[in-house]
Every structure is written in C-alpha cells, then in structure tokens.
C-alpha cells in the first residue's frame, strides 16, 4: 500500500469507517505515517468545529447568468459542423481526466516486467526525439506527454442547444514503442491507434455517458477522433484520452513530455547516462522516478491526475462566458461550492470538501501561536470560476475549488513560510513550494482529511 493510500484510510478510520488491515500493516513499517496518524488524532482530540451561520447565496452575477438556461440532457454523438461553428467563434480551454470507482481507479502506471521501469522528466519539457540507444543496460524506450485539452459536448433542449467544454486529458504517445510498457493483453490495441482515433480510459469512457468502440469525440478545431479501445485507467497512466504523439501536438496536448525506460542495470548509472543524453537538451532539471517511487509514471508537477480529481471532486464543465473566458456550470457550482467563514482568512469559497481541512488548519494556526504566519494584507483565495480559455491545469483545479492561495502578493510572490506549510500539509495540503516547478503561495489539497 503507498503512503496517500495508507492516509486515506487513516482519515476514513476516524469518520467510523475502521481500518484495513493493509493500512494497519502500513503503518507498522511506515514511521512517517505513523506519525501522520498521531497528528492526525492530536488535532481532531484537541480542536473543536461550531457550525458556521447561513451560508451566503452562491450565485454572483456570472452564475446568476448561467444559471438562468433550463436544465439541459447530453447527446453522446456531436454533430461536427456545429462543433467547428462553435470552435472558431470561442477557441481553446484546458483541464483534465478521470476515473469512477474503486474498479476503475487509476493504478499506478504502465505494468512493469521484471527489469526496472524509470521515469524521467523536465519541468521545462524535453525534446521530440530522444536517443538512448547508447546505454546498454536499456532494454526499452518511449518518449511521451501528458497535456490538456478541449473538449466539445453539445447540449439541447428541443430545437435549441449550445456548446459546453469538458476538461480532458490527455496522453500522446508513440505507437511502435510505448505498448511494451503496457499489459500484454492490451498491447495490439494501444499499437494499432491511428492519427484520427483514440483510447478512452474505462473512466472516462463511464463518464462521457458509456462510450464504447465506434463513438467519436471532438476537440477543439472540430477535430474528430474515433474512439477504437477502452482500457483500464493505468493502461495510460491515469489519463482519460490516449492519442498518437503527432495528434497530441495538433490537439496542443503535448505540453509535458516524459520518458519511460525498462532496464537491468544501476538506477543511479541509467539516470546519469540519460542525463548526459539530454545534456543542454531539455531546459529544466531532470526528475527522476522508480516504479512504487511515485504514485504515477507520467511526466507533470500536478501532485494528482486530473482523473483522480475528478474522481474525488466531481466534474466540472465550462460554458462560455466571453469570448475568453468560461464559467464553471452553475448545477455543479451549486452542487459543489459554499462559502465558509474560515478563522484569520474570513468568508472563503471553496469546494464543499475541503472546508473543514482548510478550517481545522487556520485553527490549529492559532492554537499553537502562529496565527501571524497569515498575512492580513496579502491576498487569499479559493474558488475562481472565471476560467481563461487559454488556461493550464493549475487554474483548472482551481476552478474545482481544491487548491488555497495563502499570502499571496500582487505581484506573484508570497511570504509563506516552512512552519505554514508543515500545518497545511498535516490537514492533506501538498505545499506547491515542494513542487518542481515551485509555487508557494499554493496549496492544493489531495487527502481525504474529512
């Protein structure tokens, strides 16, 4: 069991839920979890939650507009005329994937065989070709990349109808060499995918209504893909749409390129041999991961795939607002978005699930006498429903209300601290200070602490 996993569980034992015995099996050779535990039964023992007053109205003058369609149903087939229409008068939006259900949770990645799998990434991304035919403890290769894109879904009501954009994401990768990294018995199908088709991952396909081999889907452009496969999440490393390399980049999908590397040596000796490959090559610093290492082989700074977000939070759509923008739906809003009065930050809005975290976090501020670590002056936000048409994942899950920006300046900076974090991070927060591409003013919350 890994870490996040065994801390699901440990949160869930103290909702009532019990725990597993895989958990608890953790947690005897996991100091650091069982640490985890203890801070958690600290906090919970020794802090008290009143109940906020009402709730002020959800709507502002953005979702008061939305909300004013009539509920509309999905049609699983898009006609491709009115999607083309639509993509040339409002362009571009951006977010992620998703899976449904214990049975379809994203695992960890590519199946390894018996030699090592190594990923290896750059922030500042890495080039289209990439050559390792040099190191000879290498057995296997495949240079691929995680990116976001639009998707297109017609809604109507009669004779009426318009365009809604659904986050996707997206894996490109290259036929010919990425299958050997998958299951044998999903191999043909992931090395048969043509530039006008795609794989859903069985969440995604779930999600999208039961799409099954045969249905298509459209992106921005109008551009129609025919869905070929549905395989298991992991098949795709947590994906939610698998295309070729090529149709990645036409799709602007391609913005996070990795490699997955099978080999039989020293992983210190392979990761110094495919840094010397890239040399001046890729811009960023080289990260580097072991299978187990981390939870998933792909190449992205997002602590989670916008699957399991979706997974966890629900998914959002965005229907626009201007020619620039989007707005997250107003039923989903609704749904999921309320407004909390949270100690030393006052009414913040975020998603329903993450308040009493972001709560118990604040408070525990003060109990401990760091209640100056929140800057008054300096700005606090959650929820943000304006969604720029050009947008990365980041603000996308910031339109989902996940992720907390603590002191953050005008200019961009922050003054958070080591000590502000280590408490958000004891309430589920990962701290975008640790993140390789650092942002610390963020953070976003990945547990199940409620």
């Known amino acids: 069991m890994k870490c996040l996993d065994a801390r699901q569980a440990i949160s869930a034992s103290f909702d009532g839920d019990g725990m597993h015995l895989d958990a608890e099996n953790h947690l005897a050779g996991c100091s650091a979890c069982a640490a985890y535990a203890d801070d958690l039964q600290r906090i919970r023992t020794g802090l008290r939650f009143s109940t906020v007053g009402a709730m002020p109205d959800l709507a ?9 369609r009539p509920q509309r149903s999905i049609r699983r087939r898009v006609g491709a005329a009115g999607m083309v229409a639509a993509a040339l008068l409002l362009g571009v939006f951006v977010s992620g994937g998703d899976p ?7 695992s960890a990645g590519p199946v390894a065989g018996p030699a090592q799998i190594l990923l ?6 890495l080039p289209s070709e990439i050559s390792l035919t040099g190191l000879s403890p290498v057995s296997a290769s495949t240079r691929a990349d995680i990116g976001m894109a639009n998707l297109f879904e017609e809604v109507s009501d009669g ?55 045969g249905d298509r889907i459209v992106f921005d452009g109008g551009r129609e893909l025919t869905v070929t496969a549905v395989v298991p ?20 999908a391609d913005q996070h390129g990795f490699l997955l590397v099978e080999h039989t040596g020293e992983n210190a000796d392979v990761q110094s041999g495919i840094t010397a490959e890239l ?20 190449g992205s700074a997002d602590p989670l795939p916008q699957s399991v977000i979706k997974e966890r ?14 707005v997250t739906d107003a039923g989903w809003s609704a749904a999921n978005i309320t407004s909390v009065n949270v100690p030393l930050l006052g009414e913040v809005r975020c998603h329903n699930d993450v308040h009493i975290a972001l709560v118990g976090a604040m408070r525990e501020l003060e109990s401990v006498g760091l209640a100056h670590l929140i800057d008054p002056a300096l700005s606090h936000r959650c929820w943000v429903p304006l969604v720029d048409l050009d947008a990365d994942a980041a603000d996308v899950r910031q339109a989902s209300g996940i992720t907390v920006d ?41 547990a199940s602490v409620g």
């Open 60 to 68: 502002t003058d953005v979702s008061t507009q939305i909300a004013a």
């Open 100 to 106: 449904a259900g214990p049975s379809t949770r994203p």
């Open 120 to 125: 290896a990434w750059a922030d500042g991304g």
């Open 159 to 213: 004779a009426d109808g318009y365009v809604r954009f659904v986050p996707v994401e997206v894996l490109g990768y290259d036929p010919a060499t990425y299958p050997s990294f998958a299951s044998a018995n999903h191999r043909s199908q992931l090395s048969g995918l043509g530039h006008d088709e795609a794989i859903l991952s069985s969440s995604s396909a779930e999600r999208r209504g039961g799409l099954t081999p």
């Open 233 to 252: 999440d992991g098949e795709i490393v947590s994906a939610e749409v698998a295309v070729t390399s090529e149709t990645a980049r036409t799709l602007g």
């Open 279 to 298: 040399d001046d090559a890729a811009p960023g610093s080289v990260e580097f991961h072991q299978a187990g290492e981390s939870p998933y082989l792909r």
């Open 313 to 326: 939070f629900g998914e959002f759509s965005g229907v626009p607002y201007d020619d620039e923008q989007v």
């Open 406 to 446: 603590l002191n953050l300046a005008a200019d961009g900076s922050s003054t958070t601290t080591g000590e502000l974090a280590a408490v958000m991070q004891r309430w589920g927060f990962s701290w975008g200070g640790n993140w390789p591409n650092p942002q610390p003013a963020t953070f976003e919350w990945i």
